[in-house]
């Protein structure tokens, strides 16, 4: 009876409860997912790290890019309006210059208006899309000497940093002097000591500095360098967000002195993330020498934060060395078994066959289950053809656990390994836990042969529970071929 409820739920399309055999399946095909986004973040970490380093100057471009009117309390026929309306849609349809004429014109116009300030901000803002950065820097200029209690002054300053950084590449001096002056920073001073209270010192100073000292690094490298490495030999929580946003910066240089800079914050910085990011960076120095490096972190580092970043900075080394470091972390019995599996996964993802014959090899000497399944997932992230008989070759040894077993034929399936393979596999499994498992496999596939084999096993085997199986996913598919035979079934 319990089969004929399958059949006709499925028939009529109904939502039954998932009972626990069901629940397997779920179970299963959650797994496939998470494994497959993990999989995806996993080539978007570089691009995420990039982002993370960049958050600090992330406001400001927001902003920049996004001119939304600021919410100031509502008057009634306020003077402003049009002006601010006009220049508004102006700056965002891209007319620069006339967003910069409307704007400046409501500042003159009406100066003690509640958008003054701002209106300077933007005509500056819509003068640097124009290239116009002289009369830019002086409106922002013309903003800090009137309205010193603005809203905008902080998004000021770091637009004059970045404006002073374009003019003194092309040769202006007095904004090569400002980029020195500001990236060398102010002594520190009682206020300085105060920020031990707040979170971790982060504040309008340091974003101004940041912005000149990566200009001055960009018009004048061996002059800023010297003062970065100054900040980053600070060692104060006043100076964490700093020396963040400083390790950012010099990673940018990609030379000799660049990997000393953050080998020495590696070793040396009490802050975890700066230590954190300055192993990320260097994974960007595509050098031996650099490779050289994260081997020494991962072997001598107690940190194994910093050892899992090396990890990964290692697997984006495109070099023979790094596969070998990760090949040789991934076989110590000694190394922690989580940075195992995550130099088992990075292995995963470099697909090469050197990498491929070794963690074929690798399964064979691990006692450990999460290692084992971790070979499992990363061979079949390989999709090799070798990889997909091994896989099936392991599911079929009965001398392997279970699990393992069940966990090689489902990433078999998932791997896209040959259907007729697969089909063959059914009659030669004789575990009960199997037959279950590779009749969810066929439920995953899209191809006939796959519905055929489950179209058989509802048919003709004898074994009721497994029939049931097919006969639930026979319901789940939307051939029109499945509900033909669930008909069929019925009327038998």
Not at 224 to 241: E, G, H, N, T, Y
Not at 277 to 299: G, H, K, M, Y
Not at 470 to 489: C, K, N, T, Y
Request: hydrophobic share 45%.
């Amino acid at each position: 009876m319990q089969a004929m409820y399958l059949v006709v739920a499925a028939v009529m399309g109904v939502q039954q409860p998932i009972v626990p055999d069901q629940a397997v399946e779920g179970i299963a095909r959650a797994e496939a997912a998470l494994a497959r986004a993990q999989a995806a973040l996993a080539g978007a970490a570089p691009a995420l790290a990039r982002l993370e380093a960049e958050l600090p100057g992330l406001d400001q471009r927001l902003d920049a890019l996004t001119p939304l009117d600021p919410v100031f309390p509502q008057q009634d026929q306020d003077p402003t309006d049009s002006l601010w309306r006009a220049a508004r849609q102006a700056l965002n349809k891209g007319d620069y210059m006339t967003a910069a004429n409307l704007f400046g014109d409501l500042t003159r116009r009406y100066p003690k208006a509640a958008r003054a300030s701002d209106a300077l901000y933007w005509a500056a803002f819509a003068l640097t899309k124009s290239d116009d950065l002289e009369r830019a820097r002086s409106l922002i200029v013309t903003e800090h000497r009137t309205y010193p209690r603005a809203a905008t002054l902080r998004d000021a300053d770091a637009l004059l940093a970045r404006i002073q950084a374009a003019l003194a590449q092309r040769g202006d001096a007095d904004a090569a002097a400002w980029l020195s002056a500001h990236a060398q920073g102010t002594p520190d001073t009682a206020a300085t000591k105060d920020c031990l209270g707040s979170d971790l010192g982060s504040g309008d100073d340091d974003d101004v500095r940041v912005a000149a000292l990566n200009g001055l690094l960009q018009m004048d490298a061996a002059r800023a360098l010297p003062i970065l490495k100054k900040v980053l030999l600070r060692r104060d929580r006043c100076s964490v967000a700093l020396r963040r946003k400083a390790v950012f910066i010099v990673s940018q240089k990609r030379d000799g002195e660049t990997e000393d800079i953050l080998l020495d914050v590696v070793q040396h910085d009490p802050d975890a993330e700066c230590r954190e990011q300055a192993v990320f960076w260097l994974s960007q120095v595509p050098t031996e020498r650099s490779v050289n490096l994260l081997d020494s972190i991962l072997q001598t580092s107690h940190d194994e934060a910093v050892r899992e970043k090396a990890l990964f900075a290692l697997s984006q080394q495109h070099s023979p060395r790094a596969a070998v470091i990760l090949r040789g972390f991934a076989e110590n019995a000694s190394a922690p078994p989580e940075l195992r599996e995550k130099a088992i996964f990075w292995l995963g993802q470099r697909h090469s066959p050197e990498n491929a014959a070794f963690l074929r090899g690798l399964y064979a000497k691990l006692t450990d289950e999460d290692l084992k399944e971790k070979v499992i997932f990363s061979l079949a992230q390989m999709r090799g053809e070798e990889d997909g008989r091994w896989l099936l070759d392991l599911a079929v040894n009965e001398r392997e656990p279970i699990e393992m077993r069940k966990k090689a034929l489902f990433w078999a399936g998932q791997q896209g390994a040959d259907l007729g393979q697969l089909s063959g596999l059914y009659e030669r499994m004789q575990n009960r836990e199997m037959k279950e498992q590779l009749i969810f496999v066929y439920s995953q596939r899209h191809e006939p042969a796959a519905l055929d084999e489950m179209i058989r096993i509802a048919k003709t085997e004898r074994d009721k529970e497994l029939r049931k199986k097919a006969i639930f996913w026979l319901g789940q598919s939307h051939d029109p071929r499945a509900a033909q035979v669930l008909m069929e079934i019925i009327n038998q």
